[in-house]
C-alpha cells in the first residue's frame, strides 16, 4: 500500500510528543524510521530526545547517521557518539534506518533498510532520561528538512530479523516491547497519532500531509463484518452516482450462506446493488428511479459460484449502450444478460459496503472497486490478485479495506470519498494479493 507521510520544510516544520514516561527510555531500546531528506549539506534532526540522555538520532552533512546518548540526563556531556560512514542516506531517496542500544549486549548497531552497517561498545549499562521532550523534525542542530513515516520507538533491542521482518509492514500497534508508534499517516489536521498503547498523540506544527511515502505491507488485510450493523458509510458524492457504464468488483468471503446479505449496495432500483443469495449465487439489481424501489432489473449467477469461508473475487459490469450485464467469479464469466434497463437513475441514497437492504453481510470483504467503464474480463483477470496505484483510468472509487483501527476506510482513487466504519473489526488475513514493495 502507499503510504502518507508527513514533510518537514527544514525551517521550523515538527512534531511535539512531550516527555511521557514511555518515551524516558534508559534501557535497551530501538529507533526506527522512514526518511526522504530533500537535502544533505547541514546537521539535521529527524528525530530528538537527549543527546546526553535517552537518544538523539542525527543526519550528518555527508549522508552519515549518528547516535548520540548519555548519562547527563539532558542535552550535556557526558555522551557517546556512534556514526556510520558518509553516503548512507541520499537527497531524494527513501531508507528505512533503526538504531538499537542493546545493553544487555553492551552493544550499539546501525542498520539501514535492513542491513547492519555498523557496530560499536556501548560505553554505559544504561543512559538517564532527562526533562526534554520527543521531537520529531527537531533537535539540538537544524530542522530536518524532507519526508518522514513509520516512526516506532521500541523499549527493547530489536534483532537484525525482527528489523527485517517489520520494516516493510505497518505495526499493528499491539506488538510486544512497543513505546511508541507515530505512522504519520494522518494525511490531514495536526494530530500525530501514537497507535502503540501508550497513545502518547504528537502536535504537528507547520508540517505538510504528503500522499508520497513508500510502499508498505498493511498490517490489516480485510474488514472483518459481523452481519450486525457492521458496514462502511461512503456516502452519496458524485463519484458514486454512476448512471452509464459501470463495474463494480470486490473480494469476500461469507462466513455462512442461508441468508440474503449485502456486501455492496448503492439502490437496486438506482445506480447499483449487490446481493449474496441463501444459494451461493450472487445478483446484482439496478434501475431508473435511483431508491430501493420499483421498478428495477435483477441479474443473477448460477448456484454455489460463492462458498462459505474462502476469499472469491466477483465483478459485476453494466454496458448502458448495449444494454449488457455480465457476472465473473474469480475471473471466469459466470452469467451474461441482455437487460430492459436503458437507463439508470441516481438517487441520494448512500453507498454502503455490508450493509443494504437486506441483511448485513457476515464476512470477510477487501479490495472494493467501482469503476464508471466495463472492464474486460482480460483487465480482470490482470488485476485481481494485485493492487491498484489509484491513478488507473476511469476508477471512480477504491477502498482496499486494509487501513487498520482508524475509523476510516480510505478512497485511494482521485475521488477520495473515504468511509466512515462501524462497528467492524480489522483482519491480519486477506485474499493474498501482489502488493508492490518499491519504494
Known amino acids: 500500500m502507499k503510504t502518507s507521510a508527513l514533510y518537514f520544510n527544514g525551517s521550523g516544520s515538527r512534531v511535539e ?129 524532507g519526508e518522514l513515516c513509520e516512526v516506532r520507538l521500541w523499549a527493547s533491542a530489536r534483532s537484525q530479523a525482527q528489523i527485517q521482518q517489520g520494516m516493510r509492514r505497518k505495526l499493528t500497534g499491539r506488538e510486544d516491547g512497543l513505546a511508541g508508534y507515530w505512522p504519520l499517516d494522518e494525511g490531514g489536521g495536526t494530530i500525530a497519532h501514537d497507535r502503540s498503547p501508550a497513545g502518547n498523540h504528537g502536535t504537528m506544527i507547520s508540517g505538510e500531509w504528503r500522499a508520497t511515502g513508500p510502499d508498505l505491507q498493511p498490517a490489516f488485510e480485510s474488514l472483518h463484518l459481523d452481519g450486525s450493523n457492521d458496514y462502511v458509510l461512503i456516502g452519496n458524492p458524485p463519484s458514486v452516482q454512476l448512471t452509464g457504464d459501470q463495474t463494480i468488483e470486490l473480494w469476500l468471503r461469507p462466513r455462512v450462506l442461508g441468508k440474503r446479505q449485502n456486501p455492496f449496495a448503492k439502490a437496486y432500483g438506482g445506480e447499483g446493488t449487490i446481493t449474496l443469495e441463501p444459494d451461493g449465487s450472487i445478483g446484482y439489481y439496478c434501475g431508473p428511479n435511483g431508491y430501493d424501489t420499483d421498478p428495477y432489473a435483477d441479474f443473477h449467477t448460477p448456484a454455489n459460484v460463492v462458498p462459505a469461508g474462502r476469499w472469491t473475487h466477483v465483478a459485476v459490469t453494466r454496458q448502458i449502450g448495449s444494454k449488457q450485464l455480465r457476472w465473473y467469479c474469480n475471473g471466469e464469466l459466470v452469467a451474461e444478460q441482455t437487460t430492459w434497463i436503458s437507463g439508470v437513475g441516481a438517487g441520494n441514497q448512500p453507498l454502503r459496503i455490508g450493509k443494504g437492504y437486506t441483511n448485513d453481510f457476515d464476512g470477510d470483504i477487501a479490495e472494493v472497486r467501482l469503476w464508471s467503464t466495463v472492464r474486460t474480463q482480460q483487465q480482470l483477470r490482470d488485476d485481481m490478485n494485485r493492487r491498484l496505484t489509484g491513478r488507473e483510468a476511469n476508477l471512480a472509487g477504491y477502498w482496499p479495506l486494509d487501513d487498520g483501527p482508524t475509523g476510516v476506510a480510505r478512497d485511494m482513487s482521485p475521488a477520495n470519498a473515504h468511509g466512515a466504519v462501524i462497528e467492524s473489526t480489522w483482519a491480519g488475513t486477506g485474499p493474498g494479493l501482489e502488493r508492490k514493495l518499491g519504494l
Not at 538523539?56 to 552519515?64: D, F, H, K, S, V
Open 17 to 145: 510528543i512531550g516527555n511521557p514516561a514511555a518515551v524516558q527510555i534508559t534501557g535497551d531500546q530501538t529507533i526506527e524510521l522512514w526518511l526522504r531528506p530533500q537535502v544533505l549539506g547541514k546537521r539535521q534532526n529527524p528525530f530528538a530526545k537527549a543527546y546526553g540522555g535517552e537518544g538523539t538520532i542525527t543526519l550528518e552533512p555527508a549522508g552519515a547517521l549518528s547516535y548520540y546518548h548519555g548519562v547527563a540526563g539532558g542535552n550535556a556531556d557526558p555522551y557517546q557518539g556512534f556514526h556510520t560512514a558518509d553516503g548512507m542516506i541520499a537527497p531524494g531517496r527513501w531508507n528505512h534506518l533503526a538504531v538499537v542500544r542493546d545493553l544487555q549486549a553492551r552493544k550499539l548497531r546501525w542498520y539501514v533498510d535492513g542491513q547492519q552497517v555498523m557496530e560499536a561498545d556501548a560505553a554505559w549499562g544504561a543512559a538517564v532520561a532527562s526533562p526534554l521532550p520527543l521531537l520529531l523534525g527537531q533537535g539540538y542542530v537544524e530542522f530536518f528538512s
